[in-house]
Every structure is written in C-alpha cells, then in structure tokens.
C-alpha cells in the first residue's frame, strides 16, 4: 500500500514540474514579445497606454493642484483616467505625454489672485494677499485720505489680470490728505475759504418735496429755530441751531458733493455739500472741516466737528436746507 503511494507521489511531481516547465515557457515566450501595460481610459475611450501608471496619475495630480503658473488655484478636469492591466507588444512606446497633452487641453485653470479695490472698485491686481496688504499698510501710513474705501478682495477666475507692481500701485492710489481747517477762536488767521456758496436770506415757511432722503447730521437741543430773529443776527434765522459739545463729529445728512470748505463771514466755517434736485445742505459754526471742495461724501459720513465760530455765542451747528437757494425749514424734514 505504501509502494503504491509513493509511486502515485512520485508520478504526480513529475506532472507538476512537467507543467511549470512548460509554463515558465509559455511565460518566457510571451515576455520576449510582450510587456505588462495599462491602457488608460476617459469616459469609456482608450487614449493611450502607460507603463508606470502611478507616475502617470502622479503627474495629473500634481497639475490639477497647482497648474503650470504660480497665480494657478487649481484646474478643473471633468473626466480623469481609469487605468485597465493589459499586455501590449514590446515595441509599442507608452503614451504618457500625449496622454498628459490630453488631459491639460481638457482642463480650465482657475487663477487666484488678489485685487486692490477703492470705492469697490478694481484698481489694481497683486500676486498675493501679502503685497496686497503691503499697499494697504503704505497707503495708512502715508494718511491717503482714501484708505478707508480701500478694500482687498480675493478672486478666483479663468483669466488671469495683470498684475502690478507694489510701489507702481501704492502711487497710483495714493490721495494726499485733506487739510483740516482749525479754528481756536473767532480771530483765527486760517480764514481761507473755497468754493461758491449762497448766502442770501431767501427763505420759504412751506414745505416741498426734496427728493433726498436726509438723516440727523448731530443730536442735541434746539436753540434756535428757522425764522427767528434776534440781537445778534440781521435778518430771519436761515437754519436750525441744534446745540450739542464742541468737537462733536458733524454727518452729511445725505450723500454728495462738496462745494464750499472754509470760513464764510457770520456762518464762521462752514461745509456745503450739494445734493440732487438743486438740494443743497449748510453746517455752520463749525471748529474743523474734514472735507474739501469737489469731495463726494457718502451719507453719515464725519464732514466736520461742533464749534462755536462765527457769529456764535456757543457751540452748536447751524443746519440750512436749501433748494435752489431758498432756505427751507429743515424741521420739515428732521428733529
């Protein structure tokens, strides 16, 4: 019984070596003529074959992540690779750089960039947020009087802008600052002025439609209304006098145009802004006037402080409404 297995053993090894020969043949026949590829497939298509798919993959990757600028975000690529095993003739080259060719003709890079904004909108285009901030940074520093409408805005697009130099951009947006007009006292020697203002007492105790929405330029006390009259002033009051603490910051009660900055006689300084419709607004007896002539305000934004300059005997703001020059009553319209 044992012989018979041993016989059995011995003719079934000599079957397995007979077949490995034969297969490591059949292997070494098919190596000589053939290699281990992949072919490589986009929406169901073969495109091409690789022999290193991983280097391949690697290779697009890195592409989709950083593109081939410095500006790149990413690119977008609506269909990637499969990759199928295959045998493929040894003469026949891989495709990866064709295949690659491939992929960057389908892709759309998108490009980050950084834009310089005033008055939202785009002035200038840096490679990077740390320039961007550069320019910011400068800008403070040397008072432009528009820094704060300068704004930084990160932005991701197919196109790529133009990018500016740091220095070239800080020049271009630079505002010199306005000269604040100060006044210690009524016999101040900085009694310039600039502009056109009308100062005629033409006033009107009926009320029209302006058109433009006003806002409380101060909040205090009424000390003296429209059409009044008194010792110290000629004719009828041609404003409102609302009384609140010197150096109390003074609002455009819409938005505008400055069209006089300075000392003007009995009003001391005073700011016009005009606005539409021939609306224009009157603050008066100002202390300090922060705008100037031709400047475009936005409503609440600070145009001067509280004074008492002037024909004042206290601090407080003389506030006009005029329409085409007529003086209306602005407790028509506000307080």
Known sequence: MLKKVLVHTKRSMKLIIVISIAFLFIVGFIASFY???????????????????????????????????????????????????????????????????????????????????????????????????????????KNSSNIENITISEKYETELKEMSNVDETITKLYVEPNKVMVASNNNSNNKSSYGTVNTATNISSTKVSLGVSLIKPVTGIISSRFGARSSIRSSAHTGLDIATAKGTPIAA????????????????????????????????????????????????????????????????????IRVNGIAYNPQSYLY
């Open 35 to 141: 290699k281990v590829s992949y072919s490589v497939n986009i929406d169901g298509e073969v495109i091409g074959y690789t022999d290193n798919k991983s280097k391949l993959q690697e290779q697009i990757n890195n592409y989709i992540e950083n593109g081939e600028s410095e500006n790149t975000a990413f690119v977008q690529v609506e269909s990637l690779p499969e990759y199928n095993i295959c045998l493929l003739k040894r003469d026949v080259s891989s495709d990866d750089n064709k295949i690659f060719d491939m992929i960057k003709s389908d892709g759309v890079t998108y490009y980050r960039y950084y834009a310089i904004l005033e008055n939202q909108e785009e002035k200038a285009y840096v490679s990077n947020f740390s320039e961007a901030e550069e320019i910011v940074n400068k800008l403070k520093e």
């Open 253 to 320: 009660a819409a938005s505008g145009t400055v069209t006089f900055s300075g000392w003007k006689g009995s009003y001391g300084y005073l700011t016009v802004i005009t606005h539409s419709n021939g609306v224009q607004t009157y603050y008066g007896h100002c202390s300090k006037l922060y705008v100037s002539v031709g400047q475009t305000v936005s409503q609440g934004e600070t145009i001067a402080s509280v004074g008492s300059t002037g024909n004042s005997t206290g601090p407080h703001l003389h506030f006009e």
